[in-house]
């Protein structure tokens, strides 16, 4: 059974990276990994996507091993906004829409 | 438009009742899909379509649930007889692409209580 699976809550501090894990262990040759930030009341908003390797925006990186079965959400230099739910999402075999179960990151001053 | 708009912001019903949640996606998107998000904040795929045509809908509950995206209206999301575990935000996106390489845009969501 395909599952994306991630912490279920993270702390920090101003100013530091976050890294967020998500494991997605029977993921396919042409999945893609996805990521999204929710606040509350809020849709999620798109962040990041990625295939393989590093993919670096002016928000993120995505870095993905090259077995693929896990991909890190890294946040540069959190700031008190980035207090989120961040969600891994991988569409397996194309279709097959698999959140996690999101991780609730906390950014204290 | 430019953001995908959902109507109406909070629905209740009581159990039993019919609730229909609308949903415009983004012009030029041909994807639209609906997701239920429950209090632990999971969100659950239910049904995807590629402009009027079911796409995917292995996540629907096809007995109480049903879905329509039909030219020059806005998609919907009908749930007959609803029940107290049908309490979520509903959630729909559209993306100009399925799958692999895409970027879903949300909408605000629904939200419906059942009593």
């Known amino acids: 059974l395909a599952k994306t699976t991630q912490p279920i809550s993270m702390d920090s501090y101003e100013g530091q990276e976050v890294n967020i894990t998500c494991s997605h262990n029977?993921?396919?040759?042409?999945?893609?990994i996805t990521w999204y930030q929710q606040f509350p009341s809020q849709g999620p908003r798109f962040i990041i996507q990625g295939y393989k390797t590093k993919v670096t925006n002016e928000v993120a990186s995505l870095f993905i091993p090259a077995d693929r079965k896990s991909s890190t959400l890294s946040l540069p230099r959190v700031s008190l906004s980035d207090t989120a739910v961040y969600y891994c999402l991988v569409a397996y075999n194309n279709n097959d829409m698999r959140f996690g179960a999101g991780t609730r990151l906390t950014v204290k001053p | 438009g430019e953001e995908v708009a959902q109507t109406p912001k909070h629905l209740v019903r009581g159990e039993g009742q019919k609730a229909k949640l609308y949903c415009a996606p983004i012009k030029g998107h041909s994807y639209v899909f609906w997701y239920q998000q429950v209090l632990k904040n999971e969100f659950k795929f239910l049904i995807s379509?590629?402009?009027?045509?079911?796409?995917?809908e292995t996540g629907m509950p096809k007995e109480r649930f049903s879905a329509k995206c039909l030219p020059n209206s806005p998609c919907s999301l009908e749930i007959q007889a609803t029940k107290l575990e049908d309490s979520a935000v509903y959630f729909c996106a559209s993306s100009q692409s399925q799958g692999n390489f895409n970027e879903q845009f949300f909408g605000p969501g629904t939200r419906l209580t059942v009593l």
């Open positions: 379509f590629q402009n009027e045509n079911v796409f995917d």
């Open positions: 029977n993921i396919a040759t042409n999945d893609y």
